[in-house]
């Protein structure tokens, strides 16, 4: 099956400077990468998505970029804020659909101000 | 965005009870949902995906007659935790595929402590 690995686990920044967050994934036929923030105790947001047929996608100070043939994305957040400070997860989707995604273990921001 | 939401979000129970939750898509409907459980900062790890009128299918390990998943319409889906033990205090989170819109919303999770 699908293996999603991210890194780093831990990272910590300075308000305003940029975050990079980085997962590569194992099977060729993903081809869906949602990526989600967790704030302590709450539900995972969707903060931001990329499909295969594509290679960047920006959202204000969020980015994303994929490469499919070294099998990675990154997430890219820039002028960081203490209200990012939150955990991280990439996924990735088998085939077709979009329904069930492998999670990497996370990356817990901390930005301090 | 779509509401998923997740009920309880809190639950303390003694040892060989039973607990239920609940995920309901509020303003689409569903025919996929998933359950998955959370340990301390740990990632998500799915547990079953439940289809609207069909049985579940659970991942491997997970123990499908302790945890019985319900998705009986297509904006409700219920997890089961049977004969609870301490040992399955977790935190439990379900989602539900908008599959018009394909994304994936998820519930509000459910801290479940097992006394």
């Known amino acids: 099956g699908e293996n999603v690995e991210q890194h780093p686990s831990t990272l910590s920044v300075q308000e305003g400077d940029s975050a990079v967050i980085k997962c590569t994934y194992s099977d060729s036929a993903s081809n869906y990468f949602p990526w989600y923030k967790q704030e302590l105790g709450k539900r995972p947001q969707l903060i931001i998505d990329?499909?295969?047929?594509?290679g960047e996608k920006k959202d204000q100070r969020i980015a994303v970029t994929l490469n499919k043939t070294a099998k990675h994305f990154s997430l890219h957040i820039t002028e960081t804020q203490p209200e990012d400070s939150a955990v991280y997860f990439c996924?990735?989707?088998?085939?077709?659909?979009?329904?069930?995604?492998?999670f990497g273990k996370g990356t817990m921001l901390l930005v301090s101000p | 965005g779509a509401v998923v939401s997740q009920h309880p979000s809190w639950v303390i129970c003694k040892s060989g009870t039973s607990v239920k939750i609940e995920c309901r898509s509020l303003?689409?409907?569903?025919?996929?949902m998933f359950w998955y459980r959370q340990f301390p900062k740990q990632s998500l790890m799915l547990m079953a995906t439940s289809n609207e009128g069909s049985k579940a299918t659970y991942e491997q390990g997970v123990e499908k007659d302790k945890f019985l998943i319900n998705h009986a319409s297509l904006t409700l889906s219920t997890l089961t935790v049977t004969s609870a033990h301490p040992e399955d205090s977790s935190f439990y989170i379900c989602s539900a595929l908008d599959s018009e819109n394909e994304k994936l919303f998820f519930g509000s999770g459910t801290q479940l402590s097992v006394l």
């Open positions: 996924a990735a989707s088998i085939g077709s659909g979009y329904s069930t995604l492998t």
């Open positions: 990329i499909r295969s047929n594509v």
């Open positions: 303003d689409f409907q569903a025919t996929t």
